[in-house]
């Protein structure tokens, strides 16, 4: 019988303060931090979900919504919101506060997709990740929209192959020596 696990068994949330040393040149979060935010609490995430060793192997569709500002905290919320034999996709909510008035808002969402891998963890090879299935209204719809968004991942998956496999692995100034 196939493994099943709810997705708040998944759950993690992370709460950090955005401190000046987190800025960007413009007074923000840097982007580039709060992508370190998302990769950590989404692979705590998927280690939840199948208590094995996962790589990360996409990060879809990160919409900054609104801007995360200094001194406001910044809540990473994750959960396993779709699996397929060896990966499991995980929906990133990250909500902002400004921790002086209590507002709290939607600052952006994302997806990653995690691949589970025979590792120190777990050494076998034939294994299938467990199904997942929501508890709530909200993890319910973001549930549902799964099978969709893993049909247009592995489109974009090809069309990205066939792009990469054009792409030059030469030196800029060797490439220009070649064509003068």
């Given at each position: 019988?196939?493994?099943?696990?709810?997705?708040?068994?998944?759950?993690?949330?992370?709460?950090?303060?955005?401190?000046?040393?987190?800025?960007?040149?413009?007074?923000?979060?840097?982007?580039?931090?709060?992508?370190?935010?998302?990769?950590?609490?989404?692979?705590?995430?998927?280690?939840?979900?199948?208590?094995?060793?996962?790589?990360?192997?996409?990060?879809?569709?990160?919409?900054?919504?609104?801007?995360?500002?200094?001194?406001?905290?910044?809540?990473?919320?994750?959960?396993?919101?779709?699996?397929?034999?060896?990966?499991?996709?995980?929906?990133?909510?990250?909500?902002?506060?400004?921790?002086?008035?209590?507002?709290?808002?939607?600052?952006?969402?994302?997806?990653?997709?995690?691949?589970?891998?025979?590792?120190h963890m777990n050494e076998?090879?034939?294994?299938?990740?467990?199904?997942?299935?929501?508890?709530?209204?909200?993890?319910?719809?973001?549930?549902?929209?799964?099978?969709?968004?893993?049909?247009?991942?592995?489109?974009?998956?090809?069309?990205?192959?066939?792009?990469?496999?054009?792409?030059?692995?030469?030196?800029?100034?060797?490439?220009?020596?070649?064509?003068?």
């Open positions: 019988m196939e493994e099943t696990k709810y997705c708040k068994e998944s759950m993690v949330i992370q709460t950090h303060r955005i401190f000046p040393f987190d800025l960007n040149p413009f007074g923000f979060l840097f982007g580039g931090k709060l992508m370190t935010m998302i990769d950590d609490a989404a692979s705590i995430s998927v280690t939840r979900h199948c208590r094995r060793g996962a790589v990360t192997a996409s990060l879809d569709s990160l919409n900054f919504l609104k801007p995360l500002h200094e001194n406001h905290s910044v809540c990473v919320e994750s959960y396993v919101s779709g699996t397929h034999h060896k990966s499991m996709e995980v929906f990133v909510k990250i909500i902002g506060e400004n921790l002086t008035t209590g507002e709290r808002y939607l600052a952006a969402t994302c997806f990653t997709t995690f691949v589970a891998v025979p590792s076998e090879v034939e294994f299938t990740v467990p199904k997942v299935l929501p508890s709530s209204t909200e993890e319910a719809m973001v549930c549902s929209g799964y099978e969709k968004r893993r049909t247009q991942r592995l489109h974009e998956r090809d069309e990205y192959k066939e792009f990469a496999k054009r792409l030059s692995l030469e030196l800029p100034w060797n490439e220009s020596e070649k064509e003068s």
